[in-house]
T-cell receptor
């Protein structure tokens, strides 16, 4: 069965610290996609990144970077020099298959608090 | 237009009321979704519409009734809800087959059942 585990329930850091959010997934499919979403207090889920199962290249976008390792079924997310505006709940998610519609399986989320 | 718009943003309803949540997108996406999110929990899928046809119903109670009048609109009709149905209801849409950006989510409707 598909499953996404975010073992860190809450993380608290001081502004400018680096922080890594962990994500471990389980799937039997060879074709799948992994996502990270940010949910600020306003409630909207904001897309951050997509990675497909055939692309293990790590990615950097400004202060954000992602480390995808198929060997350990992990897709970790690092924020460098964190800012107060990064405070939010972050969800890792998995989707499988290539249907015209698809189901996202979310991890339980990690609440990040960045203190000034 | 790259948004999913949900109305209303907040809704308080009694257990005997009938109300509807509305979702609209104009990105040409052919798949639309309803998710339910309880406090401090991840979103849980309720329904999926693909090309205006219901393709997935995650065993949702019949007091929730989805409707997709056209490719841009998705409604969720609510009737005889229970207090435990209080949650954030998120609508999303996605492109068919190709998923460059995953879903696009709306900002949700915060529903309180009293």
């Amino acid at each position: 069965a598909q499953k996404v585990t975010q073992a860190q329930t809450e993380i608290s850091v001081v502004e400018k610290e680096d922080v890594t959010l962990d994500c471990v997934y389980e799937t039997r499919d060879t074709t799948y996609y992994l996502f990270w979403y940010k949910q600020p207090p306003s409630g909207e889920l904001v897309f951050l990144i997509r990675r497909n199962s055939f692309d293990e290249q790590n990615e950097i976008s400004g202060r954000y970077s992602w480390n995808f390792q198929k060997s350990t079924s992990s897709f970790n997310f690092t924020i460098t020099a964190s800012q107060v505006v990064d405070s939010a709940v972050y969800f890792c998610a998995l989707s499988e298959g290539m249907d015209s519609s698809y189901k996202l399986i979310f991890g339980s989320g990690t609440r990040l608090l960045v203190r000034p | 237009d790259t948004e999913v718009t949900q109305t209303p943003k907040h809704l308080v309803m009694g257990m005997t009321n009938k109300k509807s949540l509305k979702c609209e997108q104009h990105m040409g996406h052919r798949a639309m979704y309803w998710y339910k999110q309880k406090a401090k929990k991840p979103p849980e899928l309720m329904f999926v519409y693909s090309y205006e046809k219901l393709s997935i119903n995650e065993s949702v109670p019949s007091r929730f009734s989805p409707e997709c009048p056209n490719s841009s609109l998705l409604n969720l009709h609510l009737h005889a809800l229970q207090p435990e149905d209080s949650a954030l209801y998120l609508c999303a849409s996605s492109q068919e087959r190709v998923r460059p950006n995953g879903y696009t989510f709306g900002s949700g409707t915060r529903l309180t059942v009293v």
